[in-house]
């Protein structure tokens, strides 16, 4: 999913949701949006424990821009259903 500028992927395995950033050189508002759309489509089970957002994207030197608003976001949402929001790499 997402845009030229942005390619991610939110899957659920076990208790976990991920986040996959695999290329982003801008993360907008609506991509923010969006990914926490899908996000919180898959957090609200019981079973989820963990929000992990990773990627290759997060491996680049230079941080995308407007990651840390997304990284907002995500944390927000993460403790309003009471998860833990993960940031990889570390």
Known sequence: MGTPDLEWDVTRTGGTVRIDLVHASDV???DTEAIVAATEALITDDEVMVVQLDGPALDDQLPPDGLSDAIAALQ??????GKRLIVSPI
């Open 28 to 30: 907008g508002e609506a």
């Open 76 to 81: 927000g949402l993460a403790d309003r259903y």
